[in-house]
């Protein structure tokens, strides 16, 4: 029997909180690439994001790192009080019964979606896994939201679905480096109970997404937030949806639909061949 490939579409955390936060804004971001460019003072923060995960990532790895703190003030200054907080997970166990990976991969395919997701350091041993996420902005926002961010959830969902480990075995932990004072963390563990809470809905929010493509191939929009949501007041296609004003609002869209072609570009595609 011949087979014919499937088409799946490949979904990061940040795209399903895009998704769930507004569906709309999810289409203008990804399917139309909308977005306005990122400010100076943004794109400063990224890059040095950006390096000390570099750094992280390469210490791991066993290669030399004192030329790049030198020459960045910051930088070492967050190395060195990370490594004064948390000696612990910068130093490997001797024991040679601990696997440990940075910028570790995993994908996981659901429906017609394939999940990924990157740790920035996974800490794993006979009894349990750690995955270890830096974040480089100063202040932990609110446990609760960082609870309910798709990040938390599709990270220990994805390592709970795709290893041996049992979810109470699987913590999450997130360090602030940048935080005031030293940097501080928010760990998250794990349970069966919040897995399949996050199995629901996740499989609710896929199904919801295959049916808004579906007929924006047929050039009807994905919903927008209901009216007056505090989600508009922030966001940057206020104007274009006409948030403020329901009837305006109905013309913008009619406009926009006009004007764009599905583009799933942004979204990458990934042919798996089904088992026979
Ligand atoms: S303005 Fe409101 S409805 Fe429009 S994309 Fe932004 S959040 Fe969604």
Redesign the pocket.
Known sequence: MLSTPTQLLRLSQGQLNLLE??P??FQ?TYLEQLNSPSNPEQEERQTLGSRFHLLMQQREMGLPIDSFLQADAKLQSWMLAFADTAPEILTPASDNQTFRESEHYRTLQVQDYLLTVVYDLLIADNQQAQILDWKTYPKPPNKRKLESNWQTRLYLYVLAETSDYLPENISMTYWFVQSEGKPQNIKFNYNTAQHTQIAKKLNHLLSQLTIWLENYQNNQQFP??VEG?K??DY?Q??K??D?YDGKLRTQATEEVVKDSLPNFDSIQEVSLNPIL
């Open positions: 936060a507004c709309r804004k203008h927008q937030v949501s989600t508009c966001c296609f206020a274009r949806c948030a």
